[in-house]
């Protein structure tokens, strides 16, 4: 009718509904260019004579890769003309998604928004906050292997979901509403919120690992554009992609409401350490392995992290003060009691002085060990008297030297005197009497005492680590034994399965574990997370580029608070730019040529060769982004100003 | 009420024997009980009985003074203990009279384990003790709740023995503290004060200027060695590794580098940049650097490398080596190795050592220069094959080093510490300046409190923390210390004298405070508004610290005495009714650790320091203080100063007094204490 009142002559527009089937012919209507889209929808539904929701659909525009989102807009506004080929297809489509643990999710992802609202949907859906520090990656190609067995991974599916506009997921039982319909869904929920179990070392070793800083440059060449949507970017539907921390600048961590971003936090932390993505100490290695060791023990134990209900939440939290309270104001008086009667270990052990006597051999005596000192008699017997020597442990360096198959327990003690150190060993008959000794040795050596409360599970450790070392000596082709075992090559990075072997490393892992045993889950992966960010090369992003005015590629890393030039043939840092004394930057697109301007009159342009100069644009412009956010504004996103910040030229 | 003033008549039967066994013992000379004392207890003196008669007669006085302070403390504190205790049991069993009623009609019984404990003070007598007490409940078994009372009511008391026997565990040393200017002052350190509060203390001693560089440092001179301790660590542990023999020193001195990289950052952070940047860095910048690096979820330890010489283990000859500092060690690159991480090999790590600076160890070591410092267990005192001794270049190297260290090793405590010296530095240059005019210190508001101090003095008086305050104000209040004349000074009715150090004061005005805090406990919940004050009973923290002046003003006055001010009438006659209700009310606006001199000030600190601390800030915003503006500031730091002590020591240990013969656990303060009490004796027959 409106066509009749204008004078415009009338053409046909074909337009591929994909909902017919991939062999219907393309629906023709006939339109004027001064038709809406609204208006082109209107008329296409009517015509496919289908009844259902078509709300999420839209118009694609194939040659331009270009939705027709404004339904206002005319066609004539578009530039639309008979050639033009158009697709009816939905907004969102089902996306396969890999995420920082590994595992694959199936969901439904808006192909029409910019990327940056897509990730902010899926972190929606997932319950993971501060979606602006995460992105999506085009994944590594997997080598083809020749059995395609890899195919039969297995994909949990999310996209029966139902798609949400509301900011914050109401929650119920921790966890948002569409995982707690059924057990599947509470099933997957588990998956993202709890750590995988340590992999086996196989696995580590046949993933691809970056040699070179240049390797790892070429990562970040394959970040998605966040200004542009999935569609434009060549995503199809059901093609992988991987969710990932872009940004590593964690803000606001809070383990109450970010379950799941601590733990694909700490799983994307774990893999560029084991993967040697970021380089570490050997030290610094075993720690890490420690803390992945006590992570999977604690968490197969205490894995009811997210099951209670917010109002239970409370409660249990009022409890838990209360409880505190109490506790510190007045334990109980058999508590107390029981602090000051302390437990004794008494046996015959055996020990050597290495530098008392030049004479090498092990003495026997009745050990007492009270408090924080152990004392020797020459027996039992005699034990009542004034003890050979007393030992006290406080502030000592213990060590293991242990040889489960050849039933060698000892223990090597450092201890402090005024002249210096003195080496003690203590040898142990048995297991049992090891585990027990150790333990309270370890304790005794940070000031504390037997009756100390985490005497029994530093026993239990230890006799796990014992046990450990049993399996890793007998195992090959053997059957794995007990299941709680894990075999030490899954902790560290493939460069220590070759330096060390299992049951080397044993020892070590159990002693940078003595630090971190006793930290409770949560403290246990943040205690991680600490250690990672205090990596000097925490947070780098490579790009290669080359630097006007220089014949030779070289490497900018981009940190949350800094540029930094690297050379290439040294590796050495040669310049650091902070971003505090930048005052602009621009990109020249024709060129492609990233321009930066530090007070002081320094300025700087380089081209990018590992990824486009909009990841760089990008990558700068997040990162002032995310040092704008502030407390009273985290609960909405700007992302106005994200754009703004990150867009280049397509922003406006 | 009744079970506190049962309690409180209990003490006062303690605090009476005490002056008794005082007494009885005063005839024996000094000299003879000391020798069997553990050498322990005295640092820096071979023996206590040479130590005490070595001190100048003030520095007795003052120590003395002190000690009897702690004694009024602890009494205090048990006082708040027990309010504590029957606060949780009150919800806990539906029972609302138990403890008090129960504390109540026995009087008898709940000293009973109190002295068995104090007389006894072994420590080995936590069952026996507690045994001894059990019998005595049964009297009237007549219903099952009164059984239940009963119940509750020995398990307070086991516990109130038990903890008495902890008490009595607590080590206790006498520290000489050599100043600047060679004198030296004597102090008993509490096994569980931390550096900081011994800090305050000495604030208190020596009227210096309260900047953040005044630490307290150790010294070996048989290593050469020196280092601060850091204000979080407790005194006595370090003190405790030196040997009989030691000559080792405690200092108290200022070290600008104690927490240069606070005010500096950029000389750490990006000490690669040149001179020139580092130097014009703007403030705003410098604030970057230490959110980015102490306040993130990990504290970032500057990216130290650099070539160090480091001593050959037994040899004389120094190698250098290229040394890298991480967050987990420190580390070197081996031979023929690159820099990567996964070839360092680890040098060191921060868990079992300190970090001291070496002292002209050219002469000593033949190192190649005098820049070095030392890493070792605190325990090693003398030379040894487990001590590393590395050499930097010069004094910038070293201090990066050293600084780095301290950072990997401490942490976020270190930005903790800085923050609360920077309080208390700001708190004692606004009073400073004030008093400018009058005192005869040399006050030098320290020039590195500006621009932050305005939101730290607003951001503590937001900040209320009524539970933990509230006992402390038991803690704090009582030690105004009590006279020194009056050798048996039995808290409830101390004649208060002045201070130590200051001379004379009036004496009257002390006791305000003293008064008031004594009943404070019992009453502090709901307070009866003050007289001089409109209705609104318990302003909140805002309306409260304009108001806080004038309850202080009670303790200028002593102030008032020296200068040539009459005590003005108005506050003087509003001050002694200050109801205790104000005091919990102030305190309440407080955070804990240097509660009482923040509200002072608090109109104050953002008036001068936003406009810059240094010149003598025009007549202060608050009317109260008015009156006395001159003598006030002096008097009231003082006061609060001495308040200040006491949080800290929280319990101090009624039971020694009683010659209480310290049991293994490291007792003996008890001899320590009625030795002490001779010992002054003595001098003053001497006069």
């Known amino acids: 009718m409106s066509s009749l009142s204008c004078s415009m002559a009338a053409w046909d527009l074909s337009v591929t509904v994909v909902d017919l089937g991939p062999d219907a012919p393309p629906v023709t209507l006939s339109v004027t260019s001064d038709l809406h889209v609204g208006g082109v929808i209107l008329k296409l539904v009517e015509k496919t004579q289908i009844k259902r929701d078509w709300s999420d659909h839209a118009l694609w525009w194939e040659q331009k890769q270009k939705w027709l989102l404004r ?87 999310l996209t029966e979901v139902p798609l949400s506009s509301a900011s914050r997921p109401c ?94 936090l700490y799983e994307q932390a774990r893999w560029a350490i084991l993967l040697e993505d970021i380089d570490c100490t050997e030290e610094e290695m075993m720690l890490f392995g420690a803390l992945q060791y006590h992570i999977s023990k604690v968490s197969q134990s205490e894995p009811q992290l997210m099951s209670t209900s917010a109002a239970m939440d409370d409660l249990d939290s009022a409890l838990q003060s209360l409880e505190v309270k109490l506790e510190g104001e007045s334990s109980s008086a058999s508590e107390m009691l029981e602090n000051m009667t302390a437990p004794e270990l008494n046996d015959y052990l055996k020990i050597f002085r290495p530098k008392r006597l030049t004479l090498k051999g092990y003495k026997q005596y009745w050990f007492k060990f009270q408090d924080t000192s152990i004392s020797y008699f020459k027996s039992k017997e005699e034990s009542i008297g004034e003890p050979i020597q007393q030992i006290n442990l406080k502030g000592c360096e213990v060590a293991p030297d242990v040889n489960v198959t050849a039933s060698k327990f000892l223990i090597r003690l450092l201890i402090p005197a005024p002249e210096g150190m003195n080496e003690v060993y203590l040898r142990c008959e048995n ?177 990018c060769v590992t990824a486009d100069c909009k990841i760089v644009h990008e990558f700068i412009g997040g990162y002032i982004f995310m040092s704008t956010r502030s407390r009273e504004k985290s609960d909405t996103l700007n992302e106005e100003l994200f754009h703004k910040l990150t867009g280049g030229h397509e922003a406006l | 009420m009744d079970d506190i003033d049962a309690m409180f008549s209990d003490l006062l039967g303690e605090m009476d024997l005490l002056t008794q066994s005082l007494g009885e013992e005063t005839p024996p000379p000094a000299s003879l009980p000391s020798s069997n004392q553990e050498v322990n207890f005295s640092i820096g003196f071979t023996d206590l009985n040479e130590s005490l008669n070595e001190l100048e007669d003030n520095d007795l006085d003052a120590l003395m003074a002190d000690l009897v302070a702690d004694l009024n403390a602890t009494e205090e504190k048990l006082a708040a203990e027990i309010q504590g205790l029957k606060e949780p049991s009150l919800p806990a069993s539906d029972l609302p009279p138990p403890p008090p009623k129960g504390l109540s009609t026995h009087p008898s019984s709940s000293p009973s384990p109190m002295r068995s404990s104090s007389s006894s003070s072994s420590s080995d007598v936590s069952t026996p003790a507690s045994s001894a007490t059990s019998p005595l409940p049964p009297p009237q078994s007549t219903k099952p709740s009164k059984e239940e009372i009963e119940a509750q009511m020995k398990a307070d008391k086991i516990k109130l023995a038990l903890e008495k026997l902890k008490e009595a565990k607590v080590k206790k040393l006498v520290v000489k503290v050599l100043m600047n200017d060679g004198s030296s002052k004597t102090l008993m350190v509490d096994e569980r004060q931390t550096v900081r509060e011994v800090l305050d203390n000495l604030f208190e001693k020596t009227h210096c200027d309260c900047n953040v560089d005044w630490s307290l440092c150790e010294t070996n001179p048989e290593l050469q060695l020196e280092r601060a301790f850091e204000d979080h660590e407790n005194l006595v542990e370090p003190l405790l590794a030196w040997t009989r023999d030691s000559e080792n020193k405690v200092l108290f001195k200022e070290r600008q580098e104690k927490y ?71 580390y070197y690159v081996p031979k023929g190795k690159t820099k990567s991480s996964r070839d360092l090999v680890c040098f060191v790590q921060f ?59 401490y942490g976020v405590s270190l930005y903790d510490n800085f923050k609360t010296a920077e309080k208390k530095a700001a708190v004692s240059a606004v009073w400073t300046n004030r008093s400018t005019p009058s005192s005869s210190n040399a006050s030098t508001p320290s020039p590195t409190i500006k621009a932050k101090s305005p939101s730290q003095a607003n951001g503590h008086a937001s900040s209320p923390q009524p539970g933990p305050l509230s006992q402390n ?110 005091f919990g009310g102030i305190d309440q606006s407080l955070p804990p650790p240097p509660p009482d001199p923040e509200y002072l000030p608090p109109p104050p600190p953002p008036v001068f320091t936003g406009s810059g601390a240094p010149p003598p800030p025009p007549p202060p915003p608050p009317p109260p203080p008015a009156p006395a503006p001159v003598a006030a500031p002096r008097a009231a730091v003082r006061p609060s100063g001495s308040l200040k002590k006491v949080p800290p020591p929280p319990p101090k240990r009624t039971t020694p007094p009683l010659h209480g013969g310290g049991g293994g656990g490291g007792g003996g303060g008890g001899d320590f204490m009625s030795e002490l009490m001779l010992a002054m004796q003595k001098k003053r027959g001497d006069h």
């Open chain 1, 71 to 157: 339904t206002a807009w005319t066609l004539e506004k578009y530039e639309i003309h008979a050639d033009a080929r158009l697709l009816f297809i939905p907004q969102h489509k089902p996306l396969r998604l890999g995420l920082p643990n590994g595992i694959t999710l199936r969901l439904l992802a808006s192909f029409s928004s910019p990327v940056f609202q897509t990730v902010m949907g899926i972190c929606r859906m997932l319950n993971i906050r501060h979606p602006e520090e995460l992105s999506l990656l085009r994944p590594v190609e997997e080598k083809k292997k020749k059995k395609d067995k890899d195919s039969a991974e297995e994909i949990y599916d």
């Open chain 1, 171 to 264: 929650l119920y039982n921790g966890m948002p509403a569409h995982f707690a319909d059924s057990p599947q869904m509470e099933a997957i929920y588990k998956m993202l919120s709890i750590t995988q179990p340590p992999p086996a070392p196989e696995v580590i070793a046949k993933q691809y690992r970056p040699a070179s800083v240049v390797d790892k440059a070429h990562i970040n060449g394959r970040w998605l554009d966040s200004s542009r949507c999935l569609m434009q970017q060549g995503i199809q539907e059901n093609d992988r992609v991987w969710l990932r921390f872009k940004y590593f600048a964690f803000y606001d961590i809070e383990p109450k409401y970010d379950v799941v971003r601590l733990a694909q």
């Open chain 2, 351 to 409: 868990d079992n050592v300190n970090v001291y600076y070496g002292q002209d160890f050219r002469s000593k070591y033949k190192a190649p220069t005098d820049f070095c410092f030392v890493l070792k267990h605190p325990q090693i005192q003398k030379e040894s094959q487990y001590i590393k001794y590395l050499c930097c270049d010069d004094a910038r190297a070293m201090n990066l080093w050293v600084t780095g260290i301290r950072i990997a090793k």
């Open chain 2, 260 to 330: 240069e990289v606070f005010k500096n950052p950029q000389n750490f952070y990006l000490w690669k940049k040149d001179k020139k940047a580092l130097k014009d860095i703007k403030d705003k910048d410098k604030e970057l650097l230490i959110q980015e690096n102490f306040c993130g979820t990990s504290i970032i330890v500057p990216d130290l490398e650099g070539v160090l010489y480091l001593k050959e283990d037994g040899k004389k000859s120094w190698k250098q080596r290229l040394f890298q500092l991480r967050a987990s060690g420190i």
């Open chain 1, 431 to 607: 297991e049992q009497q090891y585990a027990q000794w150790m333990a309270g040795c370890r304790l005794a050596s940070k000031g504390k005492s037997l009756a100390d409360n985490s005497f029994q599970s530093e026993i239990q450790s230890i006799r796990s680590f014992l046990a450990m070392q049993k399996t890793n000596a007998g195992s090959h082709g053997n059957a794995h034994a007990a299941d709680e075992s894990i075999n030490t090559h899954s902790l560290v990075s493939p460069r220590y399965h070759k330096k060390y072997k299992a049951k080397q490393l044993t020892p070590r892992i159990l002693d940078a574990y003595q630090n971190v045993a006793q930290l409770s889950l949560t403290d246990a992966v943040m205690r991680f997370l600490q250690i990672w960010q205090a990596l000097p090369d925490f947070g780098l992003s490579y790009v290669v580029v080359r630097f006007k005015g220089s014949r030779k590629d070289e490497v900018l890393g981009i940190a949350p608070n800094r540029l930094i030039r690297i050379d290439l043939g040294v590796g050495d840092v040669v310049k650091t730019w902070r971003y505090n004394n930048m005052k602009q930057w621009n990109v020249n697109w024709d060129i492609r040529q990233v321009a930066i301007e530090f007070e002081g009159n320094i300025n700087i342009a380089f081209s």
């Open chain 2, 473 to 582: 104000v038991g803690n704090t209040l009582p030690p105004p210390p009590p006279p020194c004349e009056i050798l048996p000074p039995p808290p409830p009715d101390p004649v208060p004298s002045p201070p130590p150090p200051p001379p004379l004061a009036a004496k009257n005005l002390a006791r305000p405070p003293n008064l008031t805090n004594r009943h404070l406990p019992t009453n502090f919940p709901p307070p009866p508004a003050m007289d001089n004050l409109p209705p609104p009973p318990p302003p909140p923290p805002m309306d409260d610290s304009p108001e806080a002046p004038p309850d202080f003003l009670p303790p200028p006055p002593p102030a008032a005495g020296f200068g040539s001010l009459p005590p003005p009438p108005p506050p003087v006659s509003s001050l002694p009714p200050p109801p205790p209700a104000r």
